[in-house]
């Protein structure tokens, strides 16, 4: 269980006061007074930071959300002070608002308040998109396979190092940004195949495969075999890096919040348990040199929306060693 819902759980049992706020804070270490909340008698959980009182903030934007609300309301153990109050309205989603309430508290654990408000805002924006896609009915089949193949070069990189917290950092896939790994002047695109034609891979855009500002960037290879009830489940790869992870708890909440922007939500779990996976082969490749690609530099004025296929048989002159890979990565 995650911390934060074993205070909540604590929180819900305590009787001590009837209407009103309880709170306890969630660290000791956190540089700003955060606060693990329960609302009283609504049943309500929450997370509350202490802010300036009066200071202005516009919170129309998001007066209309169904599932969460943002609001500021009085501190009634200091009226110079008062909270700034996220709470969940939709019981449903517990699991969800948890993993986001743990990051949020990990992501200002040492942001001062002169910031605090503009950092819990901007991740708030984040939270909105995710309560909308949990009420979707889960992955479709390529993204479940897209994502398994993230999963399993993410395991690679935990398997290999004792800094647990940084492969979770450079897995940036589910951020939809250009690359599913990036850290240090590397980046590593990920590509997953299913069926006959396991050779050939699709490129998204010009600038997926596109070198500059890197280092290295190097292409990884799934090539997947999906059947019913047999195999590795997303369900069970998943529960393995949590375990992976258990010694790093700011690792463990990272990832858990990366899941959920790439739209895995525990909820959807039955759907996962039904295909697993087996593997038939994987491999790495070196983007350099001759390495089939378009770049951005070679795109026309006008010219967007490139996409693109690349048959990875003939191209066996770019092929690394898995050692080498984690030589440069590591």
Request: proline share 1%; net charge negative.
């Amino acid at each position: 269980m995650m911390r934060i819902n074993q205070i909540w759980n604590e929180l819900e049992e305590d009787k001590s006061l009837s209407r009103g706020l309880l709170l306890r804070r969630y660290s000791a270490t956190t540089l700003s007074d955060v606060f693990v909340a329960f609302q009283q008698p609504e049943n309500i959980r929450c997370i509350a930071l202490r802010i300036q009182s009066g200071k202005k903030i516009n919170l129309l934007h998001y007066s209309n959300l169904k599932d969460i609300s943002i609001t500021v309301t009085r501190d009634d153990r200091d009226s110079t002070r008062e909270l700034l109050l996220i709470a969940l309205l939709n019981r449903q989603h517990n699991e969800v608002f948890a993993t986001l309430a743990e990051d949020l508290i990990n992501q200002i654990a040492n942001v001062n308040e002169d910031i605090l408000i503009k950092v819990v805002l901007n991740r708030f924006e984040m939270w909105k998109a995710l309560f909308d896609k949990a009420a979707s009915e889960g992955l479709s089949r390529e993204e479940q396979q897209g994502l398994y193949g993230e999963l399993y070069f993410l395991r690679k990189c935990i398997l290999r190092t004792d800094d647990l917290l940084k492969p979770v950092q450079s897995w940036l896939g589910t951020e939809r940004e250009l690359r599913d790994f990036q850290s240090d002047g590397w980046g590593i695109e990920v590509k997953t195949t299913i069926g006959n034609n396991h050779q050939k891979i699709f490129i998204s855009s010009e600038r997926q495969l596109d070198t500059r500002n890197l280092n290295n960037l190097l292409l990884f290879h799934l090539s997947l075999e999906a059947q019913k009830n047999h195999g590795e489940t997303l369900n069970q790869i998943i529960n393995t890096i949590v375990e992976l992870l258990s010694a790093d708890v700011v690792a463990q909440i990272q990832f858990r919040a990366k899941l959920l922007q790439g739209g895995y939500f525990s909820d959807h779990a039955s759907i996962y348990d039904i295909t697993g996976y087996q593997i038939r082969g994987e491999s790495f490749y070196s983007v350099r040199d001759n390495f089939p690609r378009i770049e951005e530099t070679e795109i026309r004025r006008g010219v967007g929306d490139v996409k693109y296929s690349i048959i990875l048989s003939e191209q066996s002159d770019y092929l690394i060693k898995e050692d080498f890979v984690f030589e440069i990565i590591n």
